[in-house]
């Protein structure tokens, strides 16, 4: 069992690790050739929603990068409408998600959640156009964008591509030990049972996991093609995939802040309901026998084959470089040397953190420098000032609060 176990882990690394580099490459040339202001030069006047929609569908921007974005349109003087347009398709998609998705769960069903993303941003930000009242005024303080490394365009995309695999390395090996243990564990019925419950029982069931919960759009999909593959409706799978990445306990949050809570009643009524009624309709009009298709093959390509060796090597890394960022904090908290603490503003995602604290770490006079992204803040040994230090972490980027 355990081997079959094994075998399973390595499938879903073949199927998954060519598309996830493929799409993370893709994103990381996007960021570099797209100006940084393009985004905001086009998400204010006339016909702001539909720009808002069109432009976050295929923005390869991660989950945990969609809310600093998305509030920075509205402090930048984006409509309400616009940037809850924004919220709420961005998180659905990206070039990632996108071709993962269609690698193991077939391209109809991947178009259709492109789709899906969009039309639910649509209605999300006319229902906040219509019912979400005056503008919320700012008071969420600064959101700094994502800061990349110099170096060239080449160096800073592959620095972006790495940023966005890193802050979601934990829920892709999650992703895939979970799909692994579904597939050798459960038999082919064992899930069968979901069809007792009905369409809708089902989708309740998965929007009671998937909303409170964070679930990433591209690292979940090998999840959700297990279950499918056990018997699940696709439709049930489609809501995970849109209601999960596009709402989470802190997600909620932040919209409260920044919107209030009408227009985070509007977000959620347009998620729920957006999401349960598109998943009925895709199983309306698509076979359910198409999920499966593309998942656990036989892809032992030379190319797959390398690009799972390098998703794993990935892994690795970023464990380990999290395990010494987890060291070191414990050793500068139980040290008696003096620590200069600097709050930190503009980190989005671990890839942010990581950057930043290999930064401090090789500057010099610097021997032991800790980075947390909850809260957002950098702890320094060393024998440089504060301003010393705050002076690196404004030049990687980001902005140091004293």
Known sequence: MIDLFIGNVWSVMLELAPWLLLGAAVSGLVHVFLPDDFVKRHLTGRGSIAKAVALGVPLPLC???????GLGLKKDG?????????????PQTGVDSVLVSAAFLGWPFAVFKVLAAGVTGMVGGWLTEQLGGPRQPWDGGDT???ATEGGGRLSAGIAHAEDLIQSIWGWLAFGVLASAAITTFLPAEGLTGWSAWGAIGTMVAVLLVSLPLYVCATASV???ASLVAGGMPTGAALVFLMAGPASNIATMGAIKRAFGARILAIYLVTIVAGSVGLGMLFDALFSTTISAAHHHGDHATWWATGSAWLLVALLVRYALAD???TLNARRMASSAEAQVVLRVEGMTCGGCVSRLERTLQGAE?????SVSLEPGQATVQGSLSASEVAQIIDETGFKAVR
């Open 365 to 369: 006079g610097i021997t032991l420098a």
């Open 222 to 224: 090998p999840i959700a």
């Open 144 to 146: 700094h964008a994502d």
């Open 78 to 90: 984006a409509s309400d409408a616009a940037s809850v347009g924004f919220l709420i398709s961005t």
């Open 323 to 325: 395990l010494r960022r």
């Open 63 to 69: 989950s945990c990068g969609v809310i600093p974005a």
